[in-house]
């Protein structure tokens, strides 16, 4: 393969123009690696050790521009360059460059992540914890680094979310308490870590309850003529909201 000429272009990369070959693009340390400057012509070897080298570095490149934006792991890297469709080899070479000078650092992801979701959301160490066993991170480092959160913040977190939510609740006592477990639940905290919160919580619903109990009379009033019927589903009704007994015996009293 006879070269040509090489012309310039920018981001430090060369055009090499052959007599005889399709022309390629490398990189300036590519060329001065292979001494290509001194060179006039190229084996078919050759070439292809160039081309290597040269996707390599062009791999490597790539990776510290998508580092400039934030913190990667190992596993988002290898989905970036997948897309490019660098080859296994390549992909492993880069990353454990980019590991040997420090730009993928998972055990300071790890930290940061959770410090950050710590501070910015609401969420718990079990959705933390989950999260990052899904991006391929060691599960070790992920419980060490949960391990050091206070529990007192976690509890403050599980008091924020109650309070958020009881401020638009239209819901009973049981029937709030039951969502606001299932939510917690969703949102990363065990039961042994509310329990205790969500026993603790007491909801003044007889305004809620007359409200929806008279609604709910009215409604199966025009559907059940016999008394014995309507008390039976309103019964039913009011239970399955989430109302004691008490409460709907005593609107039954009201409305004989």
């Known amino acids: 393969m006879q070269i040509i000429k090489f012309q310039k272009l920018n981001n430090n990369k060369y055009k090499i123009i052959f007599k005889d070959h399709p022309e390629i693009t490398l990189y300036d340390d590519v060329i001065l690696k292979f001494n290509l400057l001194n060179h006039k012509s190229l084996t078919e070897n050759e070439f292809i050790k160039i081309k290597n080298f040269n ?30 469709n660098y080859s296994e080899n390549i992909i492993n070479k880069t990353i454990n460059r980019l590991e ?15 410090k950050d979701k710590v501070t910015l959301t609401l969420n718990g160490p ?12 060691d599960i070790n480092l992920i419980e060490e680094k949960l391990s050091q959160i206070s ?7 599980i008091v924020k979310i109650i309070n958020k939510r009881l401020k638009v609740n239209k819901n009973s006592e049981q029937i709030f308490k039951r969502k606001i477990k299932d939510y917690l639940f969703k ?9 205790f919160l969500i026993q603790e919580i007491k909801i003044e619903d007889s ?4 409200k929806e109990a008279n609604l709910i009379y009215q409604k199966l009033q025009k559907k059940y003529e016999k008394k014995e019927e309507l008390i039976y589903y309103l019964k039913n009704k009011l239970y399955t909201k989430g109302y004691s007994i008490d409460q709907i015996n005593d609107f039954i009293e009201k409305i004989k």
């Not at 040997?100 to 959770?114: A, L, Q, V």
């Open 55 to 84: 996707n390599e570095l062009e791999s490597y490149y790539k990776s510290l521009k998508y580092l400039t934006f934030k913190m990667r792991t190992k596993k988002e890297i290898t989905t970036y360059l997948k897309k490019d």
């Open 100 to 114: 040997k000078e420090g730009y993928i650092d998972e055990e300071k992801y790890i930290g940061y992540y959770i």
């Open 126 to 137: 079990l959705k933390i914890k989950n999260d990052l066993v899904n991006q391929d991170l």
């Open 151 to 157: 529990p007192d913040i976690w509890q403050e977190k």
């Open 187 to 195: 949102e990363g905290y065990n039961n042994e870590m509310t329990n």
């Open 207 to 210: 305004n809620n309850f007359n």
